[in-house]
């Protein structure tokens, strides 16, 4: 039976829209060989319950959180937790955070076949002009030691506290020496570009995103035996490629790019990105299916299957980027992978009905609804909600 639906097109008017009902046909996950590490950077899922203050309180459903996780891991794919995608720094705290690697990290250690990392950063300590480059390095220390005693490997997120005391570039090779010094395994670094957050406008004590890699990359190479690899999410595919030639022999590049995340994982002559990816998130399930075909060596099929999802995740994470997050929790609440549309921080209201809209069609273009039915009927809710009936 086909299913429309009444959608916003801009300007305040309606467009009728017929569903496809065309799902990705999936394969047998169970026995996913993948040839790139891939880690999907996961949201956390609120108690819409709660009696409380939404802007100002934190209330996680703990048990829907840690089912996410344990979706993800079935479907092949790692986990980057208490990232920027689990609203660290826009809604998550360091409090709240803490418990979530260590409920993530215990529900690992239940499985075989889980791979996970935890966010380590500084936000628990205020980005003033009163905040000193030691004091980065104590926050930092402080997150590390908390994730290495509950026994997790750590991806070391951009500071906006160290973008607030740092001076010059040396005052970023001053922390990292010190921080990679210490840890007992390599980790990941994380540099998250001024369009994700724009308090790290100026990440590495460079405004030029050019001159900050030379800064990137030589703490990088000179710590090549702590690195397991690094992350940028600068949305350039051509950036990310100009580092990624440049790194140590056996330091990873682990695409953020939501933008161009296919033809990165893809590669070229001379090298390929693995993933870290908030839109894996969103499209787990196409994400594994196509990163199955690029490990039997089909890349055509990789991108049959990965190219249709590129508009939509290009519409998830368009400007501002940092409220991506809406659009992914948005389409986990489509899929039926929780039960409401509630987020931290009230931050569901960052998007507007016509972005929805927007990207409801695109989701079902790039067959990422799993039901439908279902995805069609809770849009209609949510339009309900802002007053299209």
Not at 233 to 241: G, R, T, V
């Amino acid at each position: 039976m086909t299913t429309t639906l009444k959608l916003p097109v801009g300007h305040g008017e309606l467009g009728t829209y017929t569903v496809t009902n065309t799902p990705l046909p999936l394969p047998d996950f169970s026995a996913a060989r993948f040839n790139r590490v891939a880690y999907s950077a996961a949201h956390v899922v609120a108690n819409p319950l709660a009696d409380n203050d939404p802007w100002l309180d934190q209330s996680i459903d703990w048990e829907r959180t840690v089912a996410f996780r344990n979706y993800l891991w079935d479907l092949g794919l790692g986990v980057a937790e208490a990232m920027d995608t689990a609203q660290r720094g826009m809604g998550l705290s360091w409090d709240c955070a803490q418990r979530l690697i260590r409920y993530s990290l215990e529900a690992a250690r239940s499985r075989t076949d889980a791979l996970i990392a935890c966010g380590v950063g500084t936000d628990h300590l205020p980005a003033s002009g009163d905040t000193t480059v030691d004091d980065v390095i104590r926050a930092y220390e402080e997150q590390v030691e908390v994730v290495e005693k509950l026994g997790g490997r750590i991806i070391l997120m951009a500071s906006r506290a160290l973008v607030a005391a740092a001076q010059s570039p040396e005052d970023y090779r001053r922390v990292y020496d010190r921080i990679l010094r210490q840890t007992k395994e390599p980790v990941i670094l994380h540099w998250l570009g001024e369009m994700f957050d724009p308090a790290l406008n100026g990440y590495w004590g460079r405004d030029d995103h050019m001159a900050a890699m030379d800064v990137c990359v030589d703490i990088i190479n000179s710590h090549a035996d702590k690195v397991d690899g690094v992350k940028i999410s600068l949305l350039s595919a051509e950036k990310e490629i100009i580092m990624r030639r440049r790194l140590a022999a056996g330091v990873r590049m682990y695409t953020g790019d939501d933008f161009n995340y296919a033809e990165l994982l893809a590669g070229d002559e001379q090298g390929y990105s693995h993933a870290l990816l908030g839109i894996f998130d969103a499209i787990a399930p196409a994400a594994s299916a196509a990163l199955v075909q690029l490990g039997a060596g089909d890349e055509s099929g990789f991108y049959e299957i990965l190219t249709p999802t590129v508009p939509l995740s290009r519409h998830i994470f368009k400007a501002p980027t940092r409220f991506y997050k809406t659009g992914v929790v948005f389409l986990a609440y489509l899929n039926g992978l929780q039960d409401h549309f509630v987020m931290l921080g009230g931050q569901q209201s960052a998007r507007s009905l016509v972005h929805f809209a927007e990207l409801f069609r695109l989701a079902d273009q790039a067959r990422v609804l799993r039901d439908p039915d279902l995805a069609a009927e809770r849009m209609r809710r949510v339009l309900a909600v802002g007053g299209v009936a």
